[in-house]
């Protein structure tokens, strides 16, 4: 029989608000919330922020009307995404196997590792706790167990533990005892419905019908979470970079307009952000779109599909543009815009275009190539491409 495995989730406390209060000392132990990029609400809370009862989602006029001693900020998610890279790489540090789930939480492999650090799996969780803290002066809440479903689980209660709790095997039929279904990782509200129609209502439930039982009424996943839920390891820790199909970058406006300079320029800002992101996969795109969306909440989109991929922004931008001219209206008010690269090729299998000017090529390579140095020594958004 293997050996269990030893997975970590870390996951950052409130994450945005953390990145914050790091750069703003001033701000720690105070109320303070983090506003969605169009300062429409509350996107992220300290603790103090939670405690004086403003909740998720909170209209940002409605926080600042009901709760007046807090501190409300606009989000700056070019800023988050620098510091979830950071604290990523500090993970790295530790484990070769790191899969980063979103931009505040990765589930670490850790099995066999407390031999080459020297210490038990709960003191290491604890020393990368207190490298992360002290490196870049961000919390982390850390759930120890034999599987993701049980990390992620256990990540859950250390928010209210003291920053660690591991679920052993011997804890862990009180835990699934404790859990509803609707509380496990990987359960959705669908699936948590269908549960609870047949009785199943928590995760000690769950995990005592048979294979076949949850095969027939549930689903398959159903049943590689009853084993999870067991500490078998049967989503394994993919730290291979998932590639994505597409980039979508957009965001609201902060009031609604009809300037077309003003659209124009928050289009090349998206784009200039998706090439960035394309160029960090090695790839390029052969198809753009364009979308703009009303103050009435309707959307227009615009796409194009290119003879010859590109990662340029330039190049992009100037079709960008003309798919713009295509949907815009003076007579609109528009809420927010934003751009969709995808068909994607990359860099180790595109294929040579015979009209290509070579020369042309080299340079808008290297072109693009200095803006991402400048970027990554000044911080993003030191250059912006104009129209």
């Not at 909740?55 to 995404?81: I, V």
């Not at 528009?334 to 340079?363: A, I, T």
Request: aromatic residues 8%.
């Amino acid at each position: 029989m293997a050996k269990p495995k030893i997975i970590a989730l870390v996951d950052c406390d409130s994450f945005f608000v953390s990145v914050e209060q790091a750069l703003k000392p001033e701000l720690k132990n105070k109320p303070v919330c983090v506003l969605s990029n169009n300062d429409g609400c509350v996107i992220a809370r300290s603790r103090e922020a939670k405690a004086l009862g403003i909740t998720m989602g909170m209209p940002y006029f409605m926080a600042k009307r009901e709760f007046k001693d807090c501190t409300y900020l606009s989000g700056n998610h070019d800023l988050y995404e620098e510091y979830s890279k950071k604290i990523m790489n500090v993970l790295r540090d530790f484990s070769p196997d790191v899969e980063v789930y979103s931009i505040d939480e990765a589930f670490v492999e850790l099995t066999g590792l407390r031999r080459l650090y020297k210490m038990n799996y709960a003191k290491l969780a604890l020393r990368i706790r207190s490298k992360i803290k002290e490196d870049l002066d961000i919390p982390v809440s850390i759930g120890l167990a034999p599987s993701k479903t049980l990390a992620k689980l256990a990540s859950d209660k250390a928010k209210n533990t003291g920053g660690l709790y591991i679920i052993g095997s011997g804890k862990i039929v009180k835990e699934l005892k404790n859990t509803k279904v609707d509380e496990i990782w990987g359960i959705g509200r669908n699936i948590a419905a269908l549960l609870r129609k047949h009785g199943v209502l928590n995760a000690y439930e769950l995990v005592s019908q048979s294979d076949e039982w949850l095969k027939s009424k549930i689903s398959i996943t159903a049943v590689e979470l009853k084993h999870e839920l067991m500490g078998e390891s049967v989503f394994p820790v993919e730290s291979k970079e998932k590639i994505p199909k597409s980039i979508q970058h957009t965001s609201s406006f902060k009031k609604f307009t009809s300037d077309k300079n003003f659209i124009i320029n928050s289009l090349n800002y998206h784009i200039h952000r998706a090439c960035s992101k394309l160029r960090e996969l090695n790839a390029s795109c052969l198809s753009v779109s364009i979308i703009l969306r009303t103050k009435d909440f309707k959307t227009y989109k615009e796409k194009r599909i290119l003879s010859a991929p590109v990662n340029f922004e330039l190049e992009i931008s100037s079709i960008a543009k003309e798919l713009f001219e295509k949907i815009y209206s003076p007579e609109i008010l528009y809420r927010s815009s934003g751009v969709v690269l995808d068909k994607f090729s990359f860099d180790n299998e595109e294929q040579l275009y015979l009209f290509d000017d070579n020369v042309v090529s080299e340079k808008k390579n290297n072109l693009a190539k200095t803006l991402d140095k400048i970027e990554k020594k000044y911080g993003k958004n030191t250059i912006k491409t104009g129209y």
